[in-house]
């Protein structure tokens, strides 16, 4: 299944992508894609209706997508985790996943406009898989328990301040929180529609200029291994996000750097889970 949230932003609707490529609205039997939707029956209760979508209403072409899961509670990040882009930066490889946060109002649809914050002069691109939490986890036995805990993937962009990263305390998360900085979607893809997450192509292109063109076939640990790992130091809730890395290509590891100006139009890709397209803007 692809699961979609359509409308304006803070009022979006649940819904469902149909084979025909229309949406087909939720609305009347789930409230959001939220916490408790995933923490109950939800989606068990979606398969249910997708087996007979014409029944349900269709949302009104290009409508707005906002990000497929509703505000979620906690977004975890995993950085340097694709051995080549840790090779591009500099950095050793890690011998466990380095763990940092995304605030949780950084999240915004697949194609709202990347906002370059205020004293922002290294405002970067990072494509990544990004996998939603479909029930809690804490201390999982094994990676392989991991994969009743996933509720599926999509495409994320982990938009970075570098200036703030870096040059502003060195505090990650300072670099990683403003305002639209985490677009998510177009929309959630269920595992057995995803087939094996470490064998995705993933690319990004600035103004038609590719940038990064990866697989996650290159990941350091496997998106199993990284729902195992941090259930051991915390608890994942469900509907919580968790993005696992980027491959080469960012603009602060080109010679010389590069980064994102207004009117810049930036386009991601992952097989299997869509496409994106924003345009950034001066917050």
Known sequence: MKLVRFGPRGREKPGLLAADGGIRDLSTHVRDFDHAFFAGDGLEQVRSLAATPDALPRAAAGVRLGAPVARPRNVFAIGLNYSDHARETGAAIPSEPILFMKATGAVCGPHDPILIPRGGTKTDWEVELALVVGREARYLASREAARGHVAGFCIANDVSERHFQIERGGQWSKGKS?????????????????????????????????????????????????????????????????????????GMAMKPPRFLSAGDVVTLAIDALGSQRCVCERA
């Open 178 to 250: 403003s305002d639209n900085f985490l677009p998510l979607g177009p929309w959630l893809v269920t595992p057995d529609e995803v087939g094996d997450p470490q064998a995705l192509g993933m690319t990004l292109e600035v103004n038609g200029e590719r940038r990064q063109a990866g697989t996650t076939a290159t990941m350091i640990f496997d998106v199993w291994h990284i729902v195992w790992y941090l259930s051991q130091f915390l608890t994942l809730e469900a509907g919580d996000v968790v993005i696992t890395g980027t491959p080469p290509g960012v």
